[in-house]
């Protein structure tokens, strides 16, 4: 039997064949994200496949956040604060690295949600608990001293600057101080600090009094004045009424 002669040409072209046959039945897989994403993975990858990704959906893309903003790709809200990366930088102006962007104690998405502005450090105008003093009236007496009405005119200007707010003025009632044709004493006081913050542009309707009772046995023996009265009990105290949702931090 005579064979044909060996063909180096067909030989290759059989072998090629083989090949492509074989590389059809082999289908290549993309190597799979890591269940649990890292900034470390994201690092590998390459800048057109970040600015091509958004991993926590917040609408800015994983290299945006990574190289222009210093943002968590993996975090909607970086900071906390209650606002997305997104809305702070393109919806707010706000920081999405800081909480609290105007420094005024409410986070920024507080402040979104009572509607104030939270790039304005005086907006909203506060009263912190603190801010306003207790008047001390003299013995005796329902008309306020030089620094009785000190201190009464600066709760008023703190009350003119946050028109939002309401105050309760307690009047303590001390009965060491009453003499028996004396008993309108208490109400005299509270008329004088009515009169005053009415005067000086304070809306009535932003002032309640109360009345507080006060014993005489709950002053230290040692507060006692020459006049048998305890001052630490003959104070008007003004206690802001925050119309807000929150409260600043600090």
Known sequence: MNSSPHNPLQSALLFFGLLLVVA???????????????????????????????????????????????????????????????????????DPLTKDTSGNGFTDGQEVEMGTNPIDPDDPPFIRSYELQPV?????????????LEILD?????LLYAEMFRVEVIILTNDSELKADDDSLFDERADRVMAYLVDGGVSKER?????????????????????????EIRLVKFIPINPYTFYPEY
């Open 136 to 148: 001390s009236f003299p013995f005796g007496k329902a008309e306020p001293d030089g620094s009785a």
């Open 207 to 231: 002032v309640d009094f109360i009345f507080e009772p006060v014993s005489f046995s709950e002053c230290p023996e040692d507060a006692i004045d020459e006049n048998e009265s305890c001052p």
């Open 24 to 94: 059809g039945c082999i289908t290549i897989q993309p190597e799979p994200e890591p269940e649990d994403l890292t900034i470390e993975y994201l690092m590998t990858l390459s800048d057109q496949e970040l600015m091509d990704r958004d991993s926590d959906g917040d609408g800015l893309s994983d290299y945006d956040e990574m190289y222009i903003y210093g943002t968590d790709p993996l975090n909607p809200d970086t900071d906390g604060d209650g606002l997305s990366d997104y809305d702070e930088i393109f919806v707010y102006g706000t």
């Open 154 to 158: 600066q709760n008023r200007q703190k």
